[in-house]
């Protein structure tokens, strides 16, 4: 923090028990903590002023003007790079006979991507001073909401930023709608409009996703299809089929965020104002949004009571990506707590309750979707994936590098040994987790959040993604200036380790130490407004004294 000149205090402002006065733009202890039932506090009217109406502004939590329209500002760059840069289609219907064709072509491509950088460089800044915000207890949780959706529409139409998985989607979605099963075989069985815009490196690859999300491609697909294999339409809808789970985690947020002790203000900003979020959930469009909906809904309906709810709306998250089924035993903890007896007996009880609801819902979605159970085996797609964002794969090839200079060996059987010891590390914080978890209640569903957070670590491959699945939990417990800092930092650098065209930048050394010294920043910036110290303290004027003068004397000047 830089040094700031010494003010005398006045009522109006906060002060320390020392009494000197807390700079405005400084979050204090009592910024990040949780106010009674964890609302936010706005400033009393004096008594009987007259209230004027609330204007737009102010039923929209009166959001602060800068961070709004510089990320707004971002989300366009975005779009209008993403046209050239990103995960763009192999035949554009708009761009590719039309003059700005040039766009997504040589200098016109490299220009659209330095566009998208710019874009994420705004995005970022705006971010880290809505942050100063929320800490200062000048932006409520109504105005984080407002400003994350104004910077989230433009994006709601862009081509996939940074990734090219919603073609994959949508690819797998037409392979039954043409007679072939999506857990069979890849998209490259199916020649077409829809397999050629998918990632060579998935071309081959059965779909790893549950039969809900089966169900749900398929719809799309078939409405995409009517349109004419319209893929710019296919895109757009299935972002916004996708956002349907972004709307269910900000409708429970409040109440959710209450029960596990955050600020609700801190939490949007955490998970839904996150450039993580915006950039890469929304505007990749990834199906990582319904799990992380379904699975706040499901937490809250089981922290309300109503468990046959909460189990199947779990049970649909799982249906969707297979990971949330780490939560399912966290829930049954919930509802056991509510029995009478020994915690054996409502264990086995609830247990069996749960296992039964899930039995029925994922039957009946898996029927609805008329696939069977080879999901399972096309799990292991994933970990084809070899980047060190999974923490035991990149120890595997760190101890590789390390061996390499004395030897010649192959890398893959130390990535294998690292991944299985890092499997035997993930199932131990799960039964620790979960043993911890046996008193039910808001610490069950905490808990659960760390299981999924080290899922998405541990696992044999980790995408910047998949963390969401147990932030979109954390963000709602309490957090210390330290602990932001640390987020601002991490999610800053899980932005830039893919290409806004979907290309791994996970080994390009010089970029991503560029990248994590403004991250860096970012972070220091986040609390220190002058993160490097630029600024100098402006020098206090010394206060003239009083001259003294001896008793009886003339004062000075006098006759």
């Known amino acids: 923090m830089t040094a700031q000149p010494t003010r005398p205090a006045t009522g109006s402002e906060p002060t320390d028990p020392e009494g000197s006065p807390v700079p405005s733009d400084v979050p204090t202890a009592t910024a990040l903590a949780p106010d009674a039932g964890g609302r936010e506090s706005p400033p009393a009217a004096g008594a009987g002023a007259p209230r004027p109406a609330p204007g737009l502004r102010s039923r929209l939590g009166d959001p602060p003007r800068k961070p709004l329209w510089i990320g707004f500002a971002a989300s366009v760059v975005l779009l209008i790079g993403g046209v050239g840069g990103g995960g763009t289609l192999v035949h554009d219907p708009i761009l590719t006979n039309s003059p700005l064709g040039f766009w997504r072509f040589g200098h016109g491509r490299e220009l659209a991507t330095a566009l998208m950088y710019v874009g994420v460089v705004l995005m970022a800044w705006a971010w880290v001073q809505l942050g100063r915000e929320v800490l200062a207890r000048r932006a409520g949780g109504r105005a984080v909401l407002t400003t994350s959706v104004v910077w989230m529409l433009p994006l709601l139409v862009a081509p996939p930023l940074f990734t090219r998985d919603v073609y994959s989607y949508l690819a797998q979605g037409a392979l039954p ?223 590789h590098t390390a061996f390499f200079g004395v030897a010649p060996l192959p890398k893959q059987p130390f990535v294998n040994v690292a991944r299985v010891i890092g499997a035997i590390a993930l199932v131990t914080i799960i039964a620790v987790q979960w043993w911890r978890a046996r008193g039910g209640g808001p610490d069950a569903v905490r808990r659960a959040g760390i299981a999924l957070l080290a899922v998405a670590l541990l696992s044999p491959a980790t995408l910047p993604w998949y963390l969401s699945w147990g932030m979109a939990i954390l963000a709602m417990v309490p957090w210390s200036a330290r602990g932001l800092q640390w987020l601002v930092f991490g999610s800053l650098g899980l932005m830039v380790v893919y290409y806004p065209n979907g290309e791994d930048a996970l080994y390009n050394w010089g970029y991503l130490a560029v990248c994590a010294v403004l991250a860096w920043l970012a972070a220091r910036s986040l609390l220190r407004p002058d993160p490097l110290g630029f600024r100098r303290p402006k020098p206090v004027p010394a206060r003239p004294s009083a001259p003294t003068r001896a008793p009886g004397a003339p004062a000075v000047g006098g006759g």
């Open 177 to 399: 709608l043409f007679g072939f099963d999506p857990y069979a075989v890849g998209p490259e069985a199916m020649p077409g409009t829809f397999t050629d815009n998918v990632h060579y490196f998935w071309q081959d690859t059965p779909a790893p996703y549950g039969p809900l999300f089966i169900l749900i491609a398929k719809a799309w697909a078939w409405v995409t299809v009517q349109a004419g294999t319209n893929m710019v339409l296919g895109v757009i809808g299935m972002r916004l089929i996708m956002c349907i789970g972004l709307v269910l985690l900000i409708w429970t947020m409040p109440e959710l965020t209450r029960r596990l002790g955050g600020r609700p203000a801190v939490a949007l900003w955490v998970v839904v104002a996150n450039p993580v979020m915006v950039i890469h959930l929304v505007g990749g469009g990834h199906n990582d949004l319904l799990l992380v909906g379904f699975l706040a809904v499901g937490c809250l309906a089981m922290l309300r009571g109503r468990h046959v709810l909460g189990i199947a709306l779990v049970t649909c998250a799982m249906a969707t990506k297979a990971s949330a089924a780490v939560a399912l035993p966290f829930l049954v903890l919930i509802w056991a707590a509510r029995l009478q007896g020994s915690f054996p007996r409502r264990l086995v009880r609830a247990g069996a309750a749960g296992v039964a609801v899930f039995g029925v819902v994922f039957a009946g979605v898996t029927l609805a979707a008329q696939v069977d159970l080879g999901w399972l085996p096309a799990l292991s797609a994933p970990s084809m994936i070899v980047n060190w964002l999974s923490l035991p794969t990149g120890i595997g090839e760190f101890v």
